[in-house]
């Protein structure tokens, strides 16, 4: 794997370390998925689908024998463990079911579509300022039918060119923000 592939997936770490004790654990999944419900001011019964969604894909991430005797990952399990998910043919059903639960809270006015202030505010989640980066750079990169709205197919797109992609050049290098260390 690549130096550029390799500090994407730090950051990933990072951002799924909720409470950054170094290791990314369940608990820290299922309050990801509860942060972004509470911020999103979601229904009680979409709030428990989310943490749902968000411990189903840790037990996902979890499956490998050797991971579920410490039930909690390192950084290099972590890249080991999404190295192996490029080959596994559940992957794309198992996050796409995350991905669309927090893609629905974004979409605000039920369009089934982000438009660039519903994206934006996907940036104030994540926690960075708007002088951080170029966050319509950011839109534009992923709106790749340039209509000025994010399909979940576009979205869902940018965030495997994201996992996966080991391209320097790729726009969604900023899928989840700026590449930070």
């Excluded at 997936?9 to 370390?17: A, L, S, V």
């Excluded at 579920?68 to 950084?75: E, G, I, P, S």
């Excluded at 994206?119 to 104030?124: D, G, K, P, S, V």
């Excluded at 340039?146 to 197919?153: E, R």
Aim: glycine share 4%.
């Amino acid at each position: 794997m690549s130096e550029f592939w390799l500090k994407k997936m730090k950051y990933y770490f990072k951002i799924h370390d909720f409470d950054h004790d170094g290791y990314i654990n369940e608990d820290d999944f299922g309050e990801i998925g509860r942060k972004f419900a509470d911020i999103y001011k979601a229904s009680p019964e979409k709030k428990e689908e989310l943490i749902g969604h968000w411990r189903k894909w840790w037990r996902y991430m979890m499956k490998d024998e050797d991971l579920k005797k410490n039930n909690r990952l390192t950084l290099p399990i972590l890249v080991r463990s999404i190295g192996q998910q490029l080959y596994d043919p559940d992957v794309v059903s198992v996050v796409s079911k995350i991905i669309y639960g927090m893609f629905e809270l974004l979409d605000v006015d039920k369009d089934g579509f982000l438009q660039p202030e519903e994206h934006r505010r996907w940036y104030e989640h994540m926690g960075f300022p708007e002088e951080a980066f170029d966050r319509r750079a950011a839109f534009d990169a992923m709106d790749t039918n340039h209509d000025n709205k994010l399909s979940f197919d576009e979205f869902i797109r940018a965030y495997f060119d994201f996992v996966f992609s080991q391209d320097e050049s790729s726009p969604n290098k900023f899928f989840f923000g700026p590449l930070v260390d």
